[in-house]
């Protein structure tokens, strides 16, 4: 199978990249343009030893046993061997990446997960395996060159002893060399190994989340505490049949029966799927709260807020959920406006009352709604 590419596509063209959303792999050529958005490298330094943003170093190359460390590191020398650094949750720190990620506005905002950026030496990689999830790679630096393909199966043979998840060789779908500028969609489960062929080689990941099974299960567990009216295993019209301790294939589809009348109440699957995928990638926690009065003059001198990029926000049925919690039902315009475009005016709020106004005040005093850097007021 080869892989299509196209050309004069960009991120936000969503009638022509849904046809390879979540299906098949696609190469985009010179769809970014990357001026203003390749880091220094002293930055991403400073980020490795002095901040708590999600970090690691893989070293290593394939058919040798990669070396992983986790960051903060307290000093970062780059190794004699290839090398790659990974770093997460860039979009707190780069507000062009997240315009990257606001730019493919054809997806759920609640589907995002986060930027990360792999800066690599010469022979860099992260090693031959598949996501489970999709991802966007742009070319931000340098040139790395793709292997893509094919899919993983349950039959893929895995690479033993290695730190991370790591998959044998297989016949790649096609090589091709990304430039800067030039982006790879790949889906899950799709095979891919890419190594750098320049010093300082960049490529920002814009990731997105899909809640597992038994994450939205394990949500379950937690809703059952505020239900009232839980079905119950039901074997009504049982016959005897001489064996005492064994469960019948019968007792198990009643079990399977109850799990799924449970999971069809509206208000339980809503809860499940809203509070896992509102629930924030990373909590830095780094915020200085704000007074009421403060924050009422800010309200009175600010003419737009914009929430942070770490803050999620979505709402189902008009049942509002922001950073994994239940805010309320019947939610007011100016909020469900807030959740869509991420941005809400001072004027609005000030219409507000209530629970709703109280939500906005929280929202500020955590900085997790912020004016605009373009305000003019």
Not at 310 to 317: I, L
Not at 323 to 342: C, F, K, M, V, W
Request: charged letters at 20%.
């Amino acid at each position: 199978m080869s892989v299509e590419r196209l050309q004069g596509v960009s991120l936000n063209d969503g009638q022509t990249l849904s046809r390879f959303w979540q299906q098949e792999p696609v190469i985009l050529e010179q769809a970014v343009d990357t001026n203003g958005l390749v880091p220094e490298t002293d930055t991403l330094v400073r980020i490795l030893t002095e901040t708590d943003m999600p970090s690691r170093l893989l070293t290593g190359t394939e058919g040798q046993t990669f070396t992983l460390d986790q960051g903060p590191f307290d000093r970062f020398h780059p190794p004699k061997k290839p090398w790659s650094v990974l770093i997460h949750a860039l979009e707190h720190l780069f507000p062009e990446y997240d315009q990257i990620r606001k730019s493919i506005h054809w997806l759920p905002h609640w589907r995002f997960e986060d930027c990360m950026l792999s800066w690599a030496s010469v022979g860099g990689s992260v090693g031959r395996h598949c996501d489970e999830f999709s991802v966007f790679l742009i070319q931000l630096n340098g040139r790395r060159t793709w292997e893509i393909g094919p899919e993983a199966t349950v039959e893929t043979p895995t690479v033993p002893g290695q730190p991370i998840a790591l998959v044998e060789p297989l016949t790649p779908w096609t090589s091709w060399t990304a430039h800067p500028g030039d982006v790879l969609y790949l889906p899950p489960k799709m095979i891919h190994h890419g190594v750098s062929l320049d010093p300082d080689c960049m490529t920002l990941s814009i990731g997105f989340r899909a809640p597992d099974a038994g994450a939205l299960l394990e949500g379950a567990l937690e809703t059952l505490d505020r239900q009232s009216n839980i079905p119950r295993f039901n074997d009504a019209g049982r016959q005897y049949h001489g064996q005492p301790a064994e469960i019948l294939a019968s007792d198990l589809l009643e079990a399977k029966a109850a799990i799924i009348r449970y999971l069809e109440q509206p208000e339980v699957l809503e809860h499940l799927l809203a509070t896992r995928v509102t629930t924030p990638y990373l909590d830095l926690d780094t915020h200085q709260e704000i007074s009421d009065e403060d924050i009422d003059q800010q309200i009175e001198s600010v003419t737009q807020w914009e929430l942070d990029p770490g803050c999620r926000m979505a709402y189902v049925n008009q049942t509002l959920y922001i950073n994994g919690e239940r805010i309320g039902d019947q939610t007011p315009s100016e909020l469900l406006h807030l959740a869509n475009t991420r941005t809400v005016q001072s004027a609005d709020i000030r219409k507000l009352q209530g629970l709703w106004l109280d939500t906005i005040i929280e929202l500020i005093r955590t900085e997790s709604l912020l004016p605009t850097e373009d305000d003019g007021s």
